[in-house]
């Protein structure tokens, strides 16, 4: 049951997790940040990265 669990968490959570860190990453540099706040001005490109971090609409 543990098991199962752990791959259920990994399969829905641990992308999520990763990209929120690479995004963070980006934040804690200055090109890094304005790069990602011009990105966010393109709709389909923040609700990307919205998705990333957040998952699907369920």
């Known amino acids: 049951m543990e098991e199962d669990y752990r791959k259920e968490w990994q ?5 999520r997790l990763l990209a929120g860190r690479y ?13 990602l706040v011009q990105a966010a001005r393109f ?5 990307w990265m919205v998705r990333q971090t957040h998952g699907a609409e369920l």
């Open 43 to 47: 709709p389909h490109l923040a609700q």
């Open 11 to 15: 399969s829905k959570f641990s992308g």
């Open 23 to 35: 995004l963070q990453n980006f934040f804690h540099h200055k090109l890094g940040a304005q790069l």
